[in-house]
């Protein structure tokens, strides 16, 4: 049974603090992860992929993967109240398989 | 912009009619694209992928006279779900698989979701 584990939160911070969200996923053989972010009563948006071992950085978000330790992690930097959402990780272990899900967690930046 | 179009938004029906929900992908050709559910404050349930061409693979527990998947182009793919009752209504969204170069498995995006509600 593949997994994908996520903190079950919820994750509070001050706004302008560092959100870390920790995913961490069972199949060794795992090829790419994704952030995908879900507010309430809207579907899931990708907001970071990362295929390979190291830090990725987009704007605010740097996702950090560490396959050895089959780990994957999202870094919200000056988080901003519209950012409280509910945070999905997700990961594919090949081409032709399925995304998997975590269950999610949700942050909550306090203005 | 979107990169998946999904059909309609909100629909509420009376029990024991068919409601159809279409997923598109706009800029790209999808072979194959996924529903999935989701209840209120639950993870997201997939239901099924749909493949071009082809019959659709229904996830385990999952009725499939039940939803009918239809994927007949590789920009279209439909969801009916047949003789609805209340517990069918929920949050139904599809996805579809992009690849670009540097991704071989694609990246998964989400249509905006079909809120259905059946009376």
């Known amino acids: 049974q593949k997994e994908v584990e996520q903190n079950s939160g919820p994750l509070s911070v001050p706004e302008g603090a560092i959100a870390s969200l920790n995913c961490t996923y069972s199949?060794?053989?795992?090829?790419?992860f994704f952030w995908y972010r879900q507010y309430s009563g809207k579907s899931p948006e990708l907001i970071m992929s990362?295929?390979?071992?190291g830090d990725k950085e987009d704007g605010r978000f740097t996702a950090q993967l560490n396959k050895a330790s089959q780990y994957v992690s999202l870094l919200i930097r000056d988080s901003q109240p519209s950012d409280s959402a509910t945070y999905l990780c997700a990961v594919i272990g090949g081409a032709n398989s399925k995304l998997t899900f975590g269950k999610g967690i949700t942050l909550s930046v306090r203005p | 912009g979107a990169v998946v179009s999904q059909h309609p938004s909100r629909v509420i029906c009376k029990s024991g009619t068919s409601v159809k929900i279409e997923c598109r992908s706009l800029?790209?050709?999808?072979?194959?694209m996924f529903w999935y559910r989701q209840f209120p404050k639950k993870s997201l349930m997939l239901m099924a992928t749909s493949n071009e061409g082809s019959k659709a693979t229904y996830e385990q527990g999952v009725e499939k006279d039940k939803f009918l998947i239809n994927h007949a182009s590789l920009t279209l793919s439909t969801l009916t779900v047949t003789s609805a009752h209340p517990e069918d209504s929920s949050f139904y969204i599809c996805?579809?698989?992009?690849?670009?170069?540097?991704?071989?498995?694609?990246?998964?995006?989400f249509g905006e979701g079909s809120r259905l509600t059946v009376l």
């Open positions: 199949d060794r053989g795992s090829q790419s």
């Open positions: 800029d790209f050709q999808a072979t194959t």
């Open positions: 990362i295929y390979s071992n």
């Open positions: 996805s579809a698989r992009r690849f670009t170069s540097g991704a071989n498995t694609g990246e998964l995006f």
